[in-house]
């Protein structure tokens, strides 16, 4: 539409131009070339380091390859066939549902429940804000050091809790039960500030009118948040939950400082499974396969998300 | 007010206080820990210390690999900033100002990138850079760190150009100045707002980045932050006040950047979350 307009200073208005003088206007004001310019090197990073790697995925995970040379021993659908059948997968899998799980059923109420009790814009409440957003700031790395530290049987928490009672100390990260219930303590703690930013801002839109309507007609606040709030915040907190997914399909960075996928390896998820039978034993095929199935994960979770959670056609 | 909301009132701020100290208690037992003796952290490691050794914290400070770490990360997710704004911006620009056959596939294409996590095509990524012979340098991380936010850039700038009066671009296209120019000349300065925030979210990424510099990166010279940090934690297992002071110093320029840039991370989360 922008492009049109200054063809309309040129010529008079409801007069058709041409293909040959479209085209000769074209090249004047450089609309071509500008093209040329602007958008090939978008075109070329993106295709170089984001859809041919993906392309590549598919393609290397039929061959049982170590990365070195041109793969060459094609093996079909074996890599699928081992992930399919390699408990340590499972247990992968079953821990990202966990988390999605955790992310839904406790956190995005607990950051809910803040934001409710927080969102109006007072000094008490923005210090209180600022504070409940400081783990989402940390690296992730970072958190996992601290919350390795928290958790040292030798040191931290289990220490303290120990020597009070003057039991023996508790190495939680080390136990095959209790070492994902860690790992999620450190995640909730981590994003739950981030579900609460979103509710808040989400909230702050909400028409002041609307709930001193409804407060006219006798509601008390928990109607107030029940049948006024909430649902007009609807939008955010759906969005909020697809956040949660995709993030649970991606944790890595903290599992590394806390547990490294251990104790015999029940920590996993599906990027540290990647990285540990992939990558870490250069089985480049194995480790694309499981690439590949992240990638059908994480395509079918936004496809369905958008076809039956969000509207589209707003931008 | 009356005497029940002052009831009320204390017992949110009660409530608020119970989980602020429970988000706290582990960034302060980390800041404290860079104090202690590792005998004092065994035995009290939440409380604060006896006396306030700060030659944990000197060691650290005067250790030149730890400004190196920092140095290469401020390096990478610089250029990673430049040249996803430079790049994205551009191609945003032709999809805003340009219709041309195709345009709209070729946009689509370009925000594939939002759809699937980073780590998907990590390990062909990994062979890529080797074979390019990247490995072990700084393009390594920010070649693929600005492609992958690419999507969501040029998501967030076309929106922004197409909002920019169209009547700008009519009076100066009559004194002559054609696409490319006014791009430079127009576009770019009158979008700082969206530049900054976009700008903002992407550092944050890269300076946090952990998979990609860890899979790229083996030499320790050219190591990001927190591929030191993890070094650093693995020299000294049992020394953890030493970790903890290295924790403590990176965390502070985080959230002194925080507090600086806190308008434009809130934008870019909020921004963020249009993409679906």
Redesign the interface.
């Known amino acids: 539409?922008?492009?049109?307009?200054?063809s309309q200073?040129y010529s008079a208005p409801g007069r058709r131009l041409s293909l040959t003088e479209r085209l000769r206007l074209g090249l004047n004001?450089?609309?071509i070339?500008?093209?040329l310019?602007?958008?090939p090197?978008?075109?070329i990073?993106?295709t170089?380091?984001?859809?041919?790697?993906?392309g590549?995925?598919f393609y290397?995970s039929f061959f049982n390859w170590n990365?070195y040379g041109v793969p060459t021993d094609f093996v079909g659908l074996q890599n699928y066939q081992r992930i399919a059948d390699h408990s340590v997968f499972h247990v992968a899998v079953g821990n990202t549902v966990k988390i999605v799980a955790v992310s839904l059923f406790l956190q995005m109420p607990l950051a809910l429940l803040?934001a409710l009790?927080?969102y109006r814009k007072t000094p008490?409440n923005a210090f209180?804000r600022l504070?409940?957003f400081?783990?989402y700031?940390?690296?992730?790395?970072?958190a996992g050091?601290?919350?390795s530290?928290?958790f040292?049987g030798?040191?931290?928490?289990s220490?303290?809790l120990a020597?009070s009672l003057g039991t023996e100390p508790f190495f939680i990260l080390a136990d095959r039960d209790w070492a994902f219930v860690a790992v999620m303590t450190v995640i909730v703690?981590k994003y739950f500030?981030?579900h609460m930013?979103?509710y808040i801002?989400a909230l702050q839109g909400v028409p002041e009118d609307l709930v001193e309507a409804a407060r006219i007609e006798g509601a008390k606040r928990p109607q107030i948040v029940r049948y006024v709030l909430v649902p007009q915040i609807k939008p955010?907190i759906i969005?909020?939950a697809?956040?949660a997914i995709?993030g649970a399909?991606?944790v890595?960075?903290l599992i590394?400082?806390l547990t490294n996928g251990g104790p015999s390896n029940q920590t996993h998820t599906i990027?540290t499974y990647?990285?540990t039978f992939?990558?870490t034993r250069l089985n480049?095929g194995f480790?694309?396969a499981v690439?590949?199935i992240?990638?059908i994960v994480?395509?079918t979770v936004?496809v369905f998300?958008?076809r039956f959670f969000?509207k589209r056609g707003q931008? | 007010m009356t005497r029940a909301n002052i009831t009320r009132n204390i017992l949110?701020?009660a409530?608020?206080c119970f989980?602020?100290s429970?988000?706290?208690a582990?960034?302060l037992?980390?800041v404290f820990?860079g104090f202690k003796t590792n005998a004092e952290?065994?035995?009290?490691?939440?409380a604060l210390p006896d006396s306030w050794n700060w030659e944990f914290y000197g060691a650290i400070v005067s250790d030149p690999a730890f400004w190196r770490y920092l140095g290469n990360s401020l390096m990478i997710s610089s250029l990673a900033v430049v040249?996803t704004l430079?790049?994205?911006a551009?191609?945003a620009?032709?999809f805003?100002?340009?219709?041309?056959f195709g345009s709209r596939m070729?946009f689509s294409?370009?925000l594939?990138?939002l759809?699937?996590?980073?780590?998907?095509?990590?390990?062909?990524?990994?062979?890529?850079v080797?074979d390019i012979g990247l490995l072990d340098t700084y393009w390594a991380v920010i070649?693929?760190q600005?492609?992958?936010s690419?999507?969501l850039a040029?998501?967030l700038f076309r929106?922004f150009f197409?909002q920019l009066p169209?009547e700008l671009?009519?009076a100066a296209?009559?004194d002559g100045c054609?696409?490319?120019r006014f791009?430079f000349r127009f576009t770019l300065p009158l979008s700082t707002p969206i530049l900054a925030t976009v700008g903002v979210f992407v550092f944050v990424q890269s300076?946090?980045n952990?998979?990609l510099p860890l899979?790229v990166l083996n030499s320790r010279e050219v190591f990001t932050w927190?591929l030191g940090?993890?070094q650093f934690?693995g020299e000294y297992v049992t020394e953890?006040n030493q970790?903890?002071a290295f924790?403590t110093l990176?965390?502070v320029p985080?959230?002194i950047f925080?507090l600086a840039a806190q308008k434009y991370?809130?934008a870019g989360?909020?921004g963020g979350?249009?993409k679906?």
């Open positions: 539409m922008a492009a049109s307009a200054p200073v004001n450089g609309r070339s500008a093209t310019i602007l958008l090197p978008a075109l990073l993106f170089l380091f984001v859809m041919l790697p993906l590549e995925s290397y990365g803040l009790l927080i008490t209180f504070v409940f400081l783990p700031i940390l690296a992730e790395v970072a050091l601290i919350w530290f928290v040292d030798n040191y931290g928490v220490a303290s020597q703690w500030g981030f930013m979103i801002a955010a969005v909020s697809f956040f995709i399909l991606q890595f960075d590394i400082p990027v990647l990285y992939g990558l480049i480790g694309s690439g590949v992240l990638f994480a395509i936004a998300y958008q969000m931008s | 949110r701020v409530f608020l989980v602020a429970f988000v706290l582990p960034m037992a980390t820990g952290i065994r035995t009290s490691a939440f040249l430079i790049v994205g551009a191609a620009y032709v805003a100002q340009i219709r041309f070729l294409y370009l594939l990138g759809m699937f996590p980073f780590a998907t095509a990590i390990l062909p990524l990994f062979v890529k080797r070649l693929p600005a492609a992958f690419l999507s040029i998501l929106t197409e169209k671009f009519e296209y009559i054609g696409y490319v791009f300076w946090n952990f998979l899979v927190p940090m993890m934690r953890w970790t903890l924790v990176t965390i985080a959230i925080f991370i809130v989360l909020t979350a249009v679906g």
